[in-house]
């Protein structure tokens, strides 16, 4: 049987890390991916920067607190998007 490295995968690197490589993902946004604290910092310091995120959320507040109880949640219909609106 014959098999060759492939020059981006190290032997000391994460498997992770060498499919992500691999795949196109840039080194820094692997980096910020693999390093989740980090991530997760930089998402609350960013996070009121959406679009209109915070009347999004007043309104949303209100809704769930108010007498008019009904939210349509409107989701993607695989495995990412029916696990994040279970969660909501």
Avoid: W
């Amino acid at each position: 049987m014959k098999f060759s490295l492939d020059k981006t995968v190290g032997l000391s690197s994460s498997i992770q890390k060498d499919l992500l490589l691999k795949r196109g993902v840039s080194k820094e946004d692997v980096d910020l991916f693999l390093n989740y604290k980090q991530m997760g910092k930089e998402y609350e310091e960013n996070r009121y920067k959406l679009k209109n995120i915070r009347k999004a959320a007043k309104l949303l507040d209100k809704k769930l607190t108010g007498f008019d109880k009904k939210v349509l949640i409107i989701v993607d219909s695989d495995v990412d998007g029916y696990t994040s609106a279970s969660m909501i």
